[in-house]
Structure formats: structure tokens, C-alpha cells
T-cell receptor, first 113, second 114 residues
Framework: DTAVSQTPKYLVTQMGNDKSIKCEQN?????MYWYKQDSKKFLKIMFS???????INETVPNRFSPKSPDKAHLNLHINSLELGDSAVYFC????????????FGPGTRLTVT | QKEVEQNSGPLSVPEGAIASLNCTYS??????FFWYRQYSGKSPELIMS????GDKEDGRFTAQLNKASQYVSLLIRDSQPSDSATYLC??????????????FGGGTRVLVKP
């Protein structure tokens, strides 16, 4: 009965490959986020979706493409992976009309070799 | 100047003592403030939220907010070895047509020594 779940937990792949990460929340939230945490542990927002609509798109390479099929799901597809993409990617969610608290998934550790 | 700044630490605290963590932010339009705890290899876990000036207490945790000084702090009383983690300060700002944006500090690593 995990609140925010992500798959896969670990992802090891070679440069140039294309990969996807999936996120699902069962909290009834309507806003979902992707964050990237680099090796220095700095956590930075990448994208935000509200009711399947993209509302925050930070300065992220076009190789990253988020997609939200419905309010409970948010996916992240990454094309032509580069070494610098190695990081932990966290999904988070919140209720737009609730408080501003965000709840995080367990993370996906991506390693590009 | 970073939007949200924290001392990276490590902050070494004897067991049973009070750990005091500080955070400053640059955007005066910030509306709500959060402390997350992150154990190594785990995801951030929300431990405190504070919206108005003053103190907010929850168990052994007290958050303090001073909007005039753009300063947020977290006190951990009776520190336990299980409190050893990285504590992330996060600041929320409402952006028109773009919803709410949460900006994180770099985190303060806390080590509680038995």
C-alpha cells in the first residue's frame, strides 16, 4: 500500500540508450513532480504536472520528456542517455487544493556507463 | 546567491543534546517552508511544515520561522542516533500559471554520537 511508488528502483544502462521511469501515487493527489538528485545530493525540480497538464518545465535538456496519462501516473522518458544523467530521480505528489506538502517516492537510481 | 542556503555540516551532536539547523532563503515571496529528513540511500521524508512566523512544535522537533529575516530553523531535542541523517530545508513559492514550486537547500548532515 505504498503511497508513491516508482519503477524501476535501479537502472543501469549504456550511453546513447533510451530508458523510461514510471511513477504512480494512490494518495488521490492531482499534482506530480519529477526531481533529480545529483551526486552532491542537491535536489532540483525538473517537471510538474497538474491534472495531466505540464505546469513546470525547468531548464532540462529536450532529451527528457515527461508524460502523465492520468492524475495518478507520471512517467519520464530519457533519450540518448549521457554520463551526466546519472543521478537519483524522485517522483513526488501533492494535492493542489490541500497543503503545500509534497510526498516523495523511493527514487530510481540511474547509472549511465 | 543560492535561493535556499544551508550549512552542509556535518553537525556533530552528542546523544541527548539539541541539534540546531539553520536555513536562509532569498525570495521574499516565499509562502511556506518545510523540513525533510533524508537517510542515506532513501527518499526525503517530510517532518515539519511551517507557514507563519513563530515556532511550531511536533514531538522532539521545533520549526522556527522569521520571514522578516528570511530565516527558518529546525531544533531537534533529545537527539538520538536514529536522527543521524541529512536534513533538507525546502521553500515553496506560488508561481502564477505554474503552480507551486518547491526549492531545496543543499542539506545539513547531522551526526548524533552515542
Amino acid at each position: 500500500d505504498t503511497a508513491v511508488s516508482q519503477t524501476p528502483k535501479y537502472l543501469v544502462t549504456q550511453m546513447g540508450n533510451d530508458k523510461s521511469i514510471k511513477c504512480e501515487q494512490n494518495l488521490g493527489h492531482d499534482t506530480m513532480y519529477w526531481y533529480k538528485q545529483d551526486s552532491k545530493k542537491f535536489l532540483k525540480i525538473m517537471f510538474s504536472y497538474n491534472n495531466k497538464e505540464l505546469i513546470i518545465n525547468e531548464t532540462v535538456p529536450n532529451r527528457f520528456s515527461p508524460k502523465s496519462p492520468d492524475k495518478a501516473h507520471l512517467n519520464l522518458h530519457i533519450n540518448s542517455l549521457e554520463l551526466g544523467d546519472s543521478a537519483v530521480y524522485f517522483c513526488a505528489s501533492r494535492l493542489e487544493r490541500g497543503g503545500y506538502e509534497q510526498y516523495f517516492g523511493p527514487g530510481t537510481r540511474l547509472t549511465v556507463t | 546567491q543560492k535561493e535556499v542556503e544551508q550549512n552542509s555540516g556535518p553537525l556533530s551532536v552528542p546523544e541527548g543534546a539539541i541539534a540546531s539547523l539553520n536555513c536562509t532563503y532569498s525570495d521574499r515571496g516565499s509562502q511556506s517552508f518545510f523540513w525533510y529528513r533524508q537517510y542515506s540511500g532513501k527518499s526525503p521524508e517530510l517532518i515539519m511544515s511551517i507557514y507563519s512566523n513563530g515556532d511550531k512544535e511536533d514531538g522532539r522537533f521545533t520549526a522556527q520561522l522569521n520571514k522578516a529575516s528570511q530565516y527558518v530553523s529546525l531544533l531537534i531535542r533529545d537527539s538520538q542516533p536514529s536522527d543521524s541523517a541529512t536534513y533538507l530545508c525546502a521553500v515553496n513559492r506560488r508561481i502564477k500559471a505554474a503552480g507551486n514550486k518547491l526549492t531545496f537547500g543543499g542539506g545539513t548532515r547531522v551526526l548524533v554520537k552515542p
